[in-house]
């Protein structure tokens, strides 16, 4: 089925490998529903990653991705979400450069931190995220009818 995923350029590939990644996505058949930079406050970033809230790197990660401008995209086609799993590769990007050298994080992300793309990883995460950056009518408005 058609779905829409989440998909975040940080600011260690934003927006320097901006026009590479777009490519890699349009190749993959991804159809670009909206896209936007967007420049997280403190208290948007904690609420994106609040899965992760007590986790060693959750400060570290709400700092950076608070720090600087990213760029921000809802995704779609059938199996968007785990599409865009495959095509941005292993999260730590030095294991994505072993297992999945042609991915987005092999390519571009630096280690298991900074790792250039972020992607929504359920249907429910999916929603809730895009609701978080492009607002909640948005993300009620592209839900496929039932
Ligand atoms: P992302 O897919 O956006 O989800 C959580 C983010 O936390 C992850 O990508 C990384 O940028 C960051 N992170 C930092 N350290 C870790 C870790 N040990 N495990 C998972 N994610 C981490």
């Known amino acids: 089925p058609i779905e829409f995923t989440l998909a975040l350029i940080k600011p260690d590939a934003y927006p320097a490998k901006k026009d590479d990644i777009l490519q890699r996505i349009r190749a993959e058949g991804f159809t670009i529903v909206k896209e936007s930079e967007v420049h997280f406050s403190a208290d948007v970033a904690k609420e994106f990653y609040k899965e992760h809230v007590g ?30 799993r495959a095509l941005a590769g292993p999260t730590n990007s030095e294991k994505a450069r072993e297992t999945s050298p042609t991915s987005i994080r092999a390519m571009y992300g630096k280690d298991g931190s900074e790792n250039a793309v972020h992607g929504s990883d359920s249907l429910e995460s999916a929603k809730r995220e895009i609701g978080v950056v492009f607002g909640h009518d948005f993300a009620a408005s592209i839900e496929p009818p039932v």
């Open 55 to 84: 986790k060693p790197f959750y400060e570290t990660l709400v700092g950076w991705m608070s720090s600087a401008p990213i760029y921000a995209m809802v995704l779609s086609k059938g199996g968007a979400i785990k599409a865009w």
